[in-house]
């Protein structure tokens, strides 16, 4: 923008071709009018939108429960939060949004569960696995407790006015740490979370499991796994 320093026109407005004339506390500026924007129609450009808003959303959703966050370390040298690290790893590993592949709620070098099972009740979430064992690297004389976290990735809306896509975190209520014998977790959820949960046709649920001290901090994270 530029500014006309001596006021030879007087006071200055409106538009002459590209070139705009505008008038404040007593000076005139001059200015390119504003280039109407293009709507983009290119369905390549709008993939890649809907899946970074996508991606967007998948980390919003897992940065908001601090255990899950805390699984995930900021690196200091690449100047990057958690939620951009979060972000990053799933933007790199989903698919588009209608065929979403898979979303890692924890980094991808937790331990592995065997034989896990994921399922979406009526209103909630169960996670089962087989035992954990003793050779996972779990210290008993720190890790006390274990619990679930994840996401629920929402698509196909029944209510008019709801999102096509809803991710809604979750995180059931810990266990004492049980290395024995079979591991079984439940969420319910309630209020609002399940009225949304009720309102969509196509649901998946992504988590974890989670070691934690005696303070309820997290020690471990599982790989994660899906419904």
Known sequence: MGRLSKQVFGE???????????????DNYIAMRAEKQKICTDPVVLARRAKFALAGKIAKAINSLALLKSAW?????KKLSQFNEIFQANYDLIGSVANVGSITVAPVLGFTLTNPHVTNLVDGVQIQTDALGVGIGVDTDIEKYLVA??????????????????????????????????VNLTVQLMGTELFEYESYTTKRAFACLITLNDNGQLVKASRSVHS
């Open 149 to 182: 976290a994840g996401v629920v990735l929402l698509q196909s809306p029944t209510v008019e006015g709801l999102p096509q896509t809803l991710i809604i975190p979750f995180k059931t209520t810990q266990q004492n740490l049980d290395l024995i014998n079979p």
């Open 12 to 26: 200055v407005t409106g538009a002459v071709g590209h070139v705009v004339f505008k008038h404040r506390a007593g």
């Open 73 to 77: 370390p900021q690196v200091v040298d």
